[in-house]
């Protein structure tokens, strides 16, 4: 038997779950704004302080009642559980509430905030685009997409964190067809291309591909 040993041989342990704030993916104080904004505006009975007395956790308590600035940088993973916990508290679905959620935020701020969406009247173009919003609003990943035909984009955005890829696949099938429409589209529809497709770790976290198809009619 040789001394020492062969740390090659050993198993990784994965990092723990960073406690919230702390995680290495940032998002815009925008994600959280509009959030709480939506909840006070009527999404939820007794607005963003039921929510957050909907949340158990006290670090993700004191993360949620933090005052956050709509262009400020902030820990991106919270996000998914104050949406869950919003959800609880109106007696919706997560997937209802995220839904709702970014479909307002869209009706909201495309016109003041992402006029840059509806510089093209075509809708194609404006799907195209429409990978560079996530951008804006996240800190981490690449996205790109693709023309498949007048009326159907696909697109991919990678890196994606996987504790919270089911959150950004809801907020995308409410954001996206509330850009399009605006654009003259119909009947938008936005379906995942598959499931979601690990493809690597930051800090220990899982971090995914998420692939979209989005097919409208004129």
């Not at 003259?184 to 979209?212: C, F, I, Y």
Request: aromatic residues 10%.
């Amino acid at each position: 038997m040789k001394d020492g040993c062969s740390c090659a041989t050993l198993p990784r342990m994965p990092s723990p779950t960073p406690l919230p704030g702390e995680s290495p993916f940032r998002a815009l104080g925008v994600i959280y704004t509009g959030a709480r904004d939506y909840y006070e505006a009527g999404a939820v009975p007794g607005g963003y302080a039921t929510v957050c007395r909907q949340i158990v956790d006290p670090a993700l308590r004191t993360f949620a009642e933090q005052p956050f600035v709509y262009a400020g940088l902030y820990d991106a993973l919270p996000i998914a559980a104050i949406s869950q916990a919003a959800a609880m508290a109106a007696g919706l679905t997560h997937k209802e509430m995220a839904v709702r959620n970014a479909r307002w935020l869209a009706e909201r701020d495309i016109s003041r905030v992402f006029r840059f969406l509806l510089q093209s009247s075509k809708p194609s173009q404006v799907a195209l685009r429409l990978p560079k919003v996530s951008l804006r609003f996240f800190q981490f990943g690449t996205t790109e997409a693709s023309l498949v035909d007048d009326c159907t984009v696909e697109a991919r955005q990678t890196q994606v964190p996987t504790s919270l890829a089911l959150w950004m696949i809801w907020s995308v099938e409410g954001f996206a067809p509330v850009a399009l429409e605006m654009a003259g589209a119909k009947n938008v529809r936005v379906l995942m291309a598959g499931a979601p497709q690990p493809d690597g770790h930051v800090n220990g976290l899982e971090t995914s591909t998420l692939r979209w198809r989005i097919r409208w009619s004129i």
